[in-house]
């Protein structure tokens, strides 16, 4: 596709079920980043991939995330457990090579919602 | 935590130049400046980035101060569609945090 992609672009869940989102990167692009957006807060960064690689995944809030990305293309951001906190707009983005903020292209983001 | 101080939110009328204020008095010598915008339910967008010398692209220019403790992203001819929150960001390599950003509002 043209842009970064992302599914489901909304999700609701119930407190304490697991959720898996989904992004597809630009077709090329061998960086992928994930960030979570409360609502009417900036972007927090939560982990990067280069190739299939995460080397730091400090920024993930607790041990219920986990991030995996395969075929240097597609990634998976995990939640366990999901808790009324996690609800926000979990938002990826890819860039050309790693860092390269200047083609760093977001994709619409996937909406969480934990009731 | 974000390096940088924007104001929460701005007007400026269609047509007129915006001009967007950024404090990052604890930038360091490595650390770029970078602009993103996020027009609402999108994600963020690109805009530019500069490290000490002036910049300019066809969506805005980006004048940094000579001590580098502040900047301003301008954007000459402010349409409708710049409604949004534009993002300041001062950082290098992994170390690249959003703030609240300001809401900017384009106005007829």
């Known amino acids: 596709g043209a842009g970064v992609s992302q599914s489901p672009s909304n999700k609701v869940t119930e407190k304490g079920k697991d959720v898996e989102l989904r992004c597809d990167p630009i077709s090329g692009h061998t960086a992928l980043y994930w960030y979570r957006q409360s609502l009417g807060q900036g972007l927090e960064f939560l982990i990067y991939f280069q190739g299939n690689s995460a080397p730091d995944k400090s920024g993930l809030p607790s041990d219920r995330f986990s991030a995996e990305r395969t075929g240097g293309s597609v990634s998976t951001l995990t939640i366990q457990r999901t808790q009324q906190e996690d609800s926000a707009v979990y938002l990826c983005a890819s860039s050309l090579v790693l860092l390269a903020r200047d083609t760093q292209y977001f994709g619409p983001g996937t909406r969480l919602t934990v009731l | 935590d974000a390096k940088t101080t924007q104001p929460p939110s701005m007007d400026c009328a269609e047509g007129r130049a915006a001009n967007l204020p950024c404090n990052h008095s604890t930038i360091s010598g490595n650390e770029y400046v970078y602009w993103y915008r996020q027009i609402h339910s999108q994600g963020p967008q690109y805009i530019i980035h500069?490290?000490?010398n002036n910049e300019t692209n066809e969506m805005a220019s980006l004048i940094i101060t000579e001590d580098r403790k502040s900047s301003t992203l301008i954007l000459p001819h402010a349409t409708l569609r710049d409604t949004a929150v534009y993002y300041c960001i001062v950082g290098y390599g992994q170390n690249f945090v959003f703030g609240p950003g300001t809401r900017l509002s384009v106005l007829p």
């Open positions: 500069g490290l000490k």
